[in-house]
């Protein structure tokens, strides 16, 4: 049962557009959601996150959007660089933040070519 | 400010062997958590450490245990291993300080490999 669903494994862009990465979640106890971003041999960075009574948070380039109502999340980057290639973690915490507990996404592999 | 350290960061065993597996956290960090990284599954808790106590515990079996010291470096141990537990294995850090931000700091993680 997989309560966070990224259901693109790849995406693929151009540098100067924009990246939309998308997220899905089911379990309405959900109130806390990040981005993180993970490079070939290294760990999972954190990037952006955004709480339940939000709809938007913005960071620089970096844009976290929730609609509650439909479970659904998303991560727009503008505009893209080469350097954001990665692959970027949808995770969600429940329980008010009290529960050091993230479930996570499967990842999306994002390429940003030149 | 050193990261989150883990050690070893490669190594190999066979089924049936165990395998302990280091977390250095962040200096000032209390919180630690292991994640287990797949191809398959992606990133799956494991458990969480406060004080040297297990507050949070994932959905693996009891073959995986784990401990955290007073000063707060945890361990965790994959006994009798099975070919399925070749993984990523990822340690994180978090500053407990009122509500869980999510920001946890990883570590670049232990490959395990079971043959």
């Known amino acids: 049962d997989q309560q966070v669903k990224q259901n693109s494994p790849s995406l693929s862009v151009q540098e100067g557009r924009i990246s939309i990465l998308n997220c899905d979640y089911t379990?309405?106890?959900?109130?806390?959601f990040l981005w993180y971003k993970k490079y070939p041999a290294e760990g999972p960075t954190f990037l952006i996150s955004?709480?339940?009574?939000?709809d938007k948070n913005e960071d620089g380039r970096f844009t976290v959007f929730l609609n509650k109502s439909a479970k659904h999340l998303s991560l727009h980057i503008v505009p893209s660089q080469p350097g954001d290639s990665a692959v970027y973690f949808c995770?969600?915490?429940?329980?008010?933040?009290?529960?050091?507990?993230?479930?996570f996404g499967k990842g999306t592999l994002l390429t940003v070519n030149p | 400010k050193a990261g989150v350290t883990q050690t070893p960061r490669y190594l190999i065993k066979t089924r049936g062997q165990q395998v302990t597996l280091s977390c250095s956290p962040i200096?000032?960090?209390?919180?630690v958590s292991w994640y287990q990284q797949t191809p398959g599954q992606g990133l799956q808790f494991l458990f969480e450490?406060?004080?040297?106590?297990?507050?949070n515990k994932g959905n693996f079996p009891g073959r995986f245990s784990g401990r955290q010291f007073s000063n707060s470096r945890s361990e965790m141990n994959v006994s009798t291993l099975e070919l399925g537990d070749s993984a990523l294995y990822l340690c994180?850090?978090?500053?407990?300080?009122?509500?869980?931000?999510?920001?946890?700091?990883f570590g670049e993680g232990s490959r395990l490999t079971v043959l």
């Open positions: 994180a850090s978090s500053l407990k300080g009122g509500t869980f931000t999510g920001e946890l700091f």
């Open positions: 379990n309405s106890m959900f109130d806390y």
């Open positions: 955004i709480s339940s009574i939000k």
């Open positions: 995770a969600a915490s429940a329980s008010g933040g009290s529960n050091y507990k993230l479930t």
């Open positions: 200096s000032g960090h209390r919180s």
């Open positions: 450490y406060f004080s040297e106590t297990q507050r």
